[in-house]
Each structure stands twice: as C-alpha cells, then as structure tokens.
C-alpha cells in the first residue's frame, strides 16, 4: 500500500462526511472547524448522514469537547434534519 493523497476540501462552511471513513472523522472534524474559524466562518453545517447514529454521536462527542464551539444542535428540515448537525463557532481574532 502507498501513501494516500490528502483529500482538498472546500472550506465553506459545510463538511459532508459521507465520503470519509469514521475512524478518520476523530482528526478531521477538529481540523475542518479550525479551518472554518481561520477564514472567519463561525456557522458550520456537518453532514454526518442518518443511518443508525453512530457517526452523529462521533460528531456530537468531539463538539462537546472543543472550546471554540459555543452550540451546536441538529439541523431542522431546511438544514438536513437530524442528519446534519449546526456548529456555532466562537469568532477568532484575526
């Protein structure tokens, strides 16, 4: 097995975690949010799926324990409902 190419991702506001492998989710998440507040981006949309859960805990989890999140709470019907989770960011300095 070689080495994996990084995956560019936008950073826009909106991480879509459907093509990423959970394990993967642990280091991304944090990353993507930091990334997001670097560019002045304090509102975040995760779309973790429905599925059975389990990634929305994942997601749910590593929210709870990252400082810079002031709320986060699932999406409504226009957001991707309880497939999506919103991310309140805290504004960083510049």
């Excluded at 699932?74 to 960083?92: P, Q």
Aim: contains cysteine; aromatic residues 4%.
């Amino acid at each position: 097995m070689g080495d994996i190419d990084p995956v560019e991702l936008p950073i826009n506001g909106i991480l879509d975690l459907h093509t990423f492998h959970p394990r993967d989710v642990k280091e991304l998440v944090p990353h993507y949010l930091e990334a997001c507040q670097a560019k002045g981006i304090t509102s975040v949309r995760i779309i973790h799926g429905k599925g059975i859960g389990t990634l929305r805990e994942i997601v749910h989890n590593l929210l709870r324990k990252e400082p810079d999140v002031l709320n986060f709470q699932l999406g409504d019907e226009t957001s991707g409902g309880w497939g999506a989770t919103l991310v309140t960011l805290k504004k960083k300095d510049l």
